[in-house]
C-alpha cells in the first residue's frame, strides 16, 4: 500500500496565483515525521520543511505555507503568490519512528507556473 | 562546506553488465542512503549504511548491494543489469547514532547518478 500520495500529478498555473499542493499520508506509528522537497531540472532534492507528528501547529516560511492536519492525514504545501522560478516537482515524504532514516516517497507533483 | 557528492554524473551500460556508483556524504554526517528514481516516479529507498554496516534494507533484489568505508563515503552496486535499473540514483546523508533525535532525520540529498541500461 502507498505510504504517501499525492494524487495531483501536474499542476499549471500562472505566475502571481496561488496553488497549494496536497498529500495524504498512512501510518500506524505515533512518532513519525512529514517532509517536502522540491526537485527543480538539475535532479537534486531540496528540503524544504519537516514535521513531527506531535505538533499539528502551521507554518509559513515567507510565500510558502504548510497545513498539517491529523485527523484527515494530511500535510499539504501552499505556494502563495507564484513565481516562475516555483517551477519543479514537489515530493511528500513520510519517515517513521519505527524505521528512522528511510523516507518513503509520494509520486510528485509537477508544477508548472507559467509568466 | 561541501555538500553530498556523488560519481558519476551520468553513465550508460548494457544488459547483464554490473555497475558501481559513488557518493560522498555531507561534512560530518555518517549515515548514508541510496534511493532510485524512475522516471515520473518518486524515489524509493534502497538501503542504509552506518557504522559500514547495512543498518536498513528497502524491497530491492540482491543485486543491489553496497558498502561504507571508513570515511563514511559509499559505494551502490549493481550486478546483472535490466533495463529497469535505469533511473536516477540519490545518495542522501544524515547524522545517525543511537537514540532518537529531530536530527537523525534531516538527509542532505546529493545530485543524483543517471543511470541508463540498454
Known amino acids: 500500500a502507498q505510504k504517501v500520495t499525492q494524487a495531483q500529478t501536474e499542476i499549471s498555473v500562472v505566475e502571481k496565483e496561488d496553488v497549494t499542493l496536497d498529500c495524504v499520508y498512512e501510518t500506524r506509528d505515533t512518532t513519525y515525521y512529514l517532509f517536502w522537497y522540491k526537485q527543480p531540472p538539475s535532479g537534486e532534492l531540496v528540503f524544504l520543511i519537516r514535521?513531527?507528528?506531535?505538533?499539528?501547529q502551521n507554518e509559513i516560511s515567507g510565500r510558502y505555507s504548510w497545513n498539517f492536519q491529523k485527523s484527515t492525514s494530511s500535510f499539504n504545501f501552499t505556494i502563495t503568490a507564484s513565481q516562475v522560478v516555483d517551477s519543479a516537482v514537489y515530493f511528500c515524504a513520510l519517515s517513521e519512528g519505527s524505521t528512522l532514516g528511510r523516507l518513503y516517497f509520494g509520486r510528485g507533483t509537477q508544477l508548472t507556473v507559467w509568466p | 562546506d561541501a555538500g553530498v557528492t556523488q560519481s558519476p554524473t551520468h553513465l550508460i551500460k548494457t544488459r547483464g553488465q554490473q555497475v558501481t556508483l559513488r557518493c560522498s556524504p555531507k561534512?560530518?554526517?555518517?549515515?548514508v542512503s541510496w534511493y532510485q528514481q524512475a522516471l515520473g516516479q518518486g524515489p524509493q529507498f534502497i538501503f542504509q549504511y552506518y557504522e559500514e554496516e547495512e543498518r536498513q534494507r528497502g524491497n530491492f533484489p540482491d543485486r543491489f548491494s553496497g558498502h561504507q568505508f571508513p570515511n563514511y563515503s559509499s559505494e551502490l552496486n549493481v550486478n546483472a543489469l535490466l533495463l529497469g535499473d535505469s533511473a536516477l540514483y540519490l545518495c542522501?546523508?544524515?547524522?545517525?547514532?543511537?537514540?532518537?533525535?529531530?536530527?537523525?532525520?534531516?538527509?542532505?540529498f546529493g545530485p543524483g547518478t543517471r543511470l541508463t541500461v540498454l
Open positions: 561534512s560530518g554526517h555518517d549515515t
Open positions: 542522501a546523508s544524515s547524522l545517525g547514532g543511537a537514540g532518537i533525535s529531530e536530527a537523525y532525520n534531516e538527509q542532505f
Open positions: 514535521r513531527n507528528s506531535f505538533d499539528e
